[in-house]
Antibody, heavy 121, light 107 residues
Framework: EVQLVVSGGDLVQPGGSLRLTCAAS????????MSWVRQAPGEGLEWVSV???????SYAESVKGRFTIFRDDSKNTLHLQMKGLRADDTAVYYC???????????????WGQGTLVTVSS | DIQMTQSPSSLSASVGDRVTITCRAS??????LAWFQQKPGKLPRLLIY???TLQSGVPSRFSGSGSGTDFTLTISSLQPEDVATYYC?????????FGPGTKVDIK
């Protein structure tokens, strides 16, 4: 079955660190753009980060310098390393797959179930 | 400054009504525009990509149009299962910003 399983969410104190994991199955994740998207409680979707095929990465301004996206191709997984966490980072974090083809050109077509990160003292 | 706006922020319509949601992008994104549906407590679902291409498995009552900066999502005949929040997203270049969402309810 083609799916993304997200884990690693937790309650963390302000200034703390956390690593999220997204395990891909049914497809080879390194052949796709992979993104992290978050959603604060009761709020809309916010794009966080992307890693392109080949490893180039980009980040939203709100997380630049604090978050790092990276792949572990040997385990077909995607990670988001978060440090310097703030209260406004509290959200459900989704990982998402985006095929790059003549048709899809990097649009998200598959979402993982999300994991809750709560930043609070 | 990169912006994605949507209007209205919410709407209430009757079953069978035609519903239109507008998304405005700044700057121009040609047709790199997607529409997602998110039902309460559920994952977002891709409805439309490339501004007007219906994703496989999506009912034909959903359609998208537009290019450049102005886009629309239309539900031709609103159904009870369409109650959700709808988001547009640009994906031509980073940041892959989402619109703020439009919440659709049944009157």
């Amino acid at each position: 079955e083609v799916q993304l399983v997200v884990s690693g969410g937790d309650l963390v104190q302000p200034g703390g660190s956390l690593r999220l994991t997204c395990a891909a199955s049914g497809f080879i994740e390194r052949n796709y753009y992979m993104s992290w998207v978050r959603q604060a409680p009761g709020e809309g979707l916010e794009w966080v980060s992307v890693t392109y095929i080949g490893g180039t990465t980009s980040y939203a301004e709100s997380v630049k310098g604090r978050f790092t996206i990276f792949r572990d191709d040997s385990k077909n997984t995607l990670h988001l390393q978060m440090k310097g966490l703030r209260a406004d980072d509290t959200a459900v974090y989704y990982c998402a797959r985006a095929p790059y083809s003549a048709n899809y050109r990097g649009v998200i077509d598959l979402w993982g179930q999300g994991t809750l990160v709560t930043v609070s003292s | 400054d990169i912006q994605m706006t949507q209007s209205p922020s919410s709407l209430s319509a009757s079953v069978g009504d035609r519903v239109t949601i507008t998304c405005r992008a700044s700057p121009d994104i040609t047709n790199y525009l997607a529409w997602f549906q998110q039902k309460p407590g559920k994952l977002p679902r891709l409805l439309i990509y490339s501004a007007s291409t219906l994703q496989s498995g999506v009912p034909s009552r959903f359609s998208g149009s537009g290019s450049g900066t102005d886009f629309t999502l239309t539900i031709s005949s609103l159904q009870p299962e369409d109650v959700a929040t709808y988001y547009c997203q640009r994906y031509n270049s980073v940041p892959f910003t989402f619109g703020p969402g439009t919440k659709v309810d049944i009157k």
